[in-house]
């Protein structure tokens, strides 16, 4: 994913991953539960990106993309309690602890950047994923709601991202929607949902419709690429038809 996307975009994945990768590590080791291998989000690429539209202290974008990778990082330890049944109850009491252990972490990330609509969306993000690891756990059936989980998560990072580079009312709101369907995409690229061309690009026009919204410039372009480097593989190489022309 994101091949396409340029290069100074790495200088700041590479800064989320040094965070994200030394409160991970601490984790792994005071909990004794197995590493995995980190690999940056589109979520992490979509706020650094979208941070872009307004002119904002580098350090709390990247505390805001790392917040949220750890939030990802600690609901998928949290997950596993439903996906390994068989946990011997100390191993899933490390699993238990090693998520709160990540999410507060990540807390104190989003913490840093200093800005209360950047906390309330963290807040309204870790409230969606522990409902939904709960009901997971609880009700079986609800796993195939993963696709509505991942577009609610994104869009309140991305609406995150707005307000933290001061982005007008308007563009904010066209973020999120943008971020809605930039997390359904991403949940049927996991295989989280069933997915269809029909769905794919309804998603992808969507994405690209919002858009249309925001100051015309790189980070709008950037965003574009961002759909399309998720939607045409799942579209078989399909040519985009988004209705925004760049």
Known sequence: LMTLLPIRLAAGLEAVAQQVL???????????????PYEASPLACG??????????????????AAACELLLLANHLHGQLGIQAQLKAS????????????????????????NIAVMR?????LQILSESTLRQILEPA????????????????????GHLCGAPRDEIAALRTFGQHLGHLVA??????????????????????????????????????????????LACGDELRGRESL
Not at 196 to 225: F, M, N, P, Y
């Open 22 to 36: 030394a409160a991970q590590q601490a984790v792994v080791e005071a909990c004794a539960v197995p590493d995995r």
């Open 142 to 161: 609800f796993a195939g709601a993963e696709a509505s989980v991942s577009a609610r998560v994104y869009a309140e990072g991305l609406q995150a991202a």
């Open 188 to 233: 049927l690229h996991s295989g989280a949902a069933a997915d269809s061309k029909a769905d794919v690009w309804q998603q992808a026009d969507r994405a690209l419709a919002a858009l249309t919204r925001l100051a015309e410039g790189e980070a709008r372009h950037e965003l574009r690429t961002l759909i399309e480097e998720l939607a045409s593989p």
């Open 47 to 64: 706020i650094l990106i979208a941070a872009r539209l307004r002119p904002v202290s580098a350090d709390r974008v990247h505390c805001l």
């Open 91 to 114: 191993s899933a009491a490390a699993w238990v602890l090693a998520g709160d252990a990540l999410f507060a972490q990540a807390a104190a990330l989003a913490a840093a950047v200093e």
């Open 121 to 125: 969306s963290f807040s309204t993000m």
